[in-house]
């Protein structure tokens, strides 16, 4: 039993002639998420500003306009009421009540008092004040962290070039992921960090295998240009990169379609990171090492090298 | 290559053993699980998050400042006493935020002050300007006592808790002054809210009868005494009464070894019946045989319950609170008695609660979402690579078993992210196969004998892939590290299926490609 090649063996597809474009459109979606980020900002969960989200269950379908009218009675600021899922499903969100963590419980006790038994409350949280304000710190810390560590890692079993592609196709992935969820106004709260951290393991591992193999060609063609050695490490993975993002997909699409409407948020930001993730692996983290001095062999080499390549592409 | 040597054969055979082993409980239903035998050296099932078996998780802050005011306090009377003891003049004597100031008005006699003062509390700093003293509680005494309010709120916590019959609950300080609780099968709690609320501090006080109401409410108020508010349990019934009660205490809460809720025999109504410890109860013994006909006021948390009349001297050290209770407030209050006060009241920072369906849903969802990826993933696979897909896939099923197992023997808290987190590695684990499938394929494309490819394959995709999964794994450390309850259950899950997709790929799909590559000698690879 043989199997099929979904990428046919000897591929050449010139990725580095490209790479103006590619480093030119990421660029422009990196741009455009920061100025989006700036703009819109982000649709901040309850974990990162505090607040209450109740999940009920209603007997029948939901009326939402009278829910609303009632809930918006309580005088509690801002309620966003949403169908979640099932037209039975309802979820409420209340902003932040002034006046500190008492303030929540008491704002939460109104609602219930509101709603009382004809409701049946599938998930109630509440976050105050002084916590949400940490796990946001906290966040912006975990992904800083985590960026630097890889960083090291990769510094230390390849060269200092390596990491910085690295960690800069990785930032791209993050900041462009920020920007879809600014665009679309998706909730960003703590399992979407998760999904960050993920998406940067994910990417970077991508980027490793292709590093690799332009690390193991670089020892095996000392004198080849490097586009064209890039070109040849990218294809010879190509096939392997196919694969193992396919993969990935299906069990995310998968997650996505039938994992429940609690984590449908958590896995469309990591299946918008697989796809990200993977274009940036090939097509920044390779051509970045063009312009950073990959073959210090002494001044004089290194212009032959580089100059041909110029011209190459 | 070939020589895949015993030892390893018998590793890798011994850890797929043991994971099948550890993993197979999870089939069985929870009660058939529980009822397994105990000799039977199995696992217990995995530990089901707060999010996917329903309950809640609350957490709390102890306002520790409280303990520091309480501190400072018992400090000016320290000091109060100290002085009129010596009988040094003072005055302005005071705490202020987390110091004490008193200001000497004999010059001459400052040093003698001073010298008293620092010898009082070996906790406090003494410094001098002037003709004023202030005393400080050193850094290390402040965080000392905080850590001991925590620790006490703790113990307190878990004894309500416990009343109260909830199963598991795990009851944990966190930071400098927070307490985290969690409490399975909970998805409503409220009740556990009002226990928390109170900070439970009992005392019986005589009441003031020489000073009346009104003149307390126009704020004469003599030194000894306070005015406090006199309620029923619950708020609302009849109109706002106060009464003055002395500020010595009679006896303490501290006294009590029991509370029960109980009926008045006469009228039926629900009461809460107590007793003390010798101490208490002498205490109680002679306070009210000395104040017959005076009114004896029971103040929980700055409020007086009821305030009684003593009809006469009550000697046994056992009595009964009455205040027009329900039976459920009775209940309550005699069990906040029993389990003793908290040092200090406690704030809820955060609160989340989930209901057993949503939990049940989940886990379905989850495991719906799981089984379609990995039938997928599994055919995907086996069009790709043919007979080494069937390999992976069988590797995957195993990889599946050992996350499963080590989750098992770990007891880590499987969480809906964690379910994810099992559902994406079912799509990376095959990365490492992946890799290793491909570099063949380049290996046989370059000419190479199937065993020389095949040997080469594992030998070059190895290094990629600890470096590819190692750069994964330090994401994930960090995503545990800094990463609270449900987060952490995904980066265990996931660095748990980095782990186990390594060991699938190095060791198991490599022992069965030698194995096979020894008994049928193949002249084509059918990759």
Not at chain 1, 61 to 68: E, F, G, S, V
Not at chain 2, 267 to 279: E, L
Not at chain 2, 431 to 451: C, K, M, Q, S
Request: aromatic letters at 6%; one cysteine or more; glycine letters at 8%.
């Amino acid at each position: 039993m043989r199997g099929i090649s979904f990428v046919p063996a000897n591929t050449h597809i010139p990725f580095m002639a490209a790479r103006r474009v590619f480093l030119a459109a990421s660029a422009g979606l990196v741009i455009a998420s920061l100025a989006l980020f700036a703009v819109r900002g982000l649709n901040y969960g309850i974990d990162f500003v505090g607040g209450i989200l109740i999940e009920v269950q209603t007997q029948g379908p939901a009326d939402l306009p009278d829910l609303r009218t009632r809930l918006s009675g309580l005088g509690l600021g801002e309620i966003a009421l949403q169908e979640f899922g099932e037209p039975n499903e309802i979820l409420i969100r209340i902003q932040k009540q002034e006046g500190g963590e008492e303030a929540q419980q008491q704002a939460m006790e109104a609602v219930k008092a509101e709603l009382g038994s004809t409701v049946e409350y599938r998930r109630t949280e509440l976050v105050g004040p002084k916590v949400s304000k940490e796990l946001f710190w906290s966040g912006v810390e975990a992904v800083a962290f985590a960026l630097v560590a890889m960083l090291v890692y990769i510094w230390f079993r390849f060269e200092w070039q390596f990491g910085l592609g690295a960690v800069i196709a990785l930032a791209h992935d993050i900041i462009s992921t920020i920007g879809v969820f600014a665009l679309l106004g998706l909730e960003f709260n703590l399992s979407t960090v998760a999904a960050i951290l993920t998406i940067a393991g994910y990417s970077i591992n991508d980027t490793v295998v292709v590093y690799d193999r332009v690390r193991e060609n670089l020892r095996k063609y000392k004198t080849m240009p490097l586009p064209a050695l890039f070109d040849g490490a990218i294809n010879e993975t190509l096939s392997r990169t196919t694969m193992t993002s396919m993969t990935t997909l299906f069990a995310l699409l998968a997650l996505y379609l039938l994992g429940g409407e609690v984590i449908r948020g958590f896995s469309f930001a990591m299946i918008w990171g697989i796809v990200v993730g993977t274009y940036s692996s090939i097509c920044i983290a390779v051509p970045l090492l063009i312009y950073m001095n990959l073959r210090p062999s002494g001044g004089g080499g290194e212009a032959a090298v580089t100059a041909p390549a110029e011209k190459a592409s | 290559m070939v020589h895949f040597t015993k030892w390893k054969i018998a590793l890798v055979v011994l850890v797929c053993v043991a994971g099948l082993w550890c993993a197979w409980p999870n089939l069985l239903s929870r009660d058939t699980a529980a009822a397994l035998p105990e000799w039977l050296p199995v696992p217990e099932q995995i530990n089901l998050g707060l999010d996917l078996r329903g309950g809640s998780h609350l957490l709390l802050e102890v306002e520790t400042g409280v303990v520091i005011q309480e501190l400072m306090e018992a400090l000016v009377d320290t000091a109060r006493a100290e002085l009129r003891q010596a009988r040094i003049r003072y005055t302005g004597l005071g705490a202020d935020g987390a110091s004490v100031r008193v200001t000497i008005m004999e010059p001459g006699r400052l040093d003698e002050a001073v010298k008293l003062l620092r010898d009082a509390d070996a906790d406090t700093a003494v410094s001098v300007d002037g003709d004023r003293i202030t005393l400080t509680m050193t850094d290390a005494a402040i965080a000392d006592r905080q850590r001991s309010a925590v620790a006490k709120t703790v113990e307190i916590v878990r004894r309500r808790i416990d009343e109260t019959g909830v199963r598991e609950p795990t009851i944990v300080p966190q930071g400098d002054d927070r307490v985290l609780v969690q409490l399975p099968g909970i998805d409503d709690p409220e009740q556990m809210k009002r226990l928390l609320g109170k900070t439970a501090k009992m005392a019986f006080h005589l009441a003031d009868d020489q000073t009346p109401v009104a003149e307390a409410l126009a704020g004469r108020v003599p030194p000894g005494s306070m005015l406090l508010p006199l309620d029923s349990q619950r708020e609302g019934r009849g109109q706002q009464q106060r009464i003055v009660v002395q500020k010595r205490v009679v006896v303490s809460g501290e006294h009590l070894i029991d509370a029960q809720p109980t009926f008045d025999q006469q009228n039926n109504m629900p009461i809460v019946s107590f007793r003390f410890d010798t101490v208490g109860a002498k205490r109680f013994g002679d306070a009210t045989s000395k104040n017959v006909g005076r009114r004896l006021a029971i103040v929980l948390d700055g409020r007086v319950i009821s305030a009684p009349v003593i009809r006469d001297a009550i000697l046994g050290g056992s009595g009964i609170i009455t205040g027009d209770f329900t039976v459920e407030e009775s209940n309550e209050l005699s069990l906040l008695l029993r389990a003793g006060a908290l040092p200090a009241p406690l704030r809820i920072l955060e609160e989340r609660s989930v209901g057993p369906e949503l939990g049940a849903d989940s886990i379905t969802a989850g495991e719906v979402a799981g089984v379609v990826g990995l039938v997928v993933v599994a055919i995907f696979m086996v069009v790709a690579y043919g007979f080494f897909g069937v390999l992976a896939d069988l590797a995957l099923l195993f990889n599946i078993v050992l996350i499963v197992a080590a989750l098992s023997v770990l007891q880590a808290t499987l969480t809906l992210p964690g379910i994810a987190g099992i559902v994406l590695t079912i799509g990376m684990a095959v990365d490492a196969n992946v890799l290793v499938f491909e570099r063949i394929r380049e290996e046989v494309r370059a000419g190479r004998t199937p065993i020389s490819a095949i040997d080469t394959g594992y030998s070059r995709a190895t290094t990629t892939i600890i470096d590819s999964n190692l750069t994964t794994l330090i994401a994930v450390t960090v995503l545990y590290v800094f990463g609270s309850g449900p987060i952490q259950g995904f980066a265990v899950t996931l660095a748990l299926g980095i782990l186990t997709s390594l060991f699938t790929a190095i060791m198991l799909t490599r022992m069965w490609v030698v194995l096979w590559l020894r008994r049928t000698r193949p002249k084509v690879i059918p990759i």
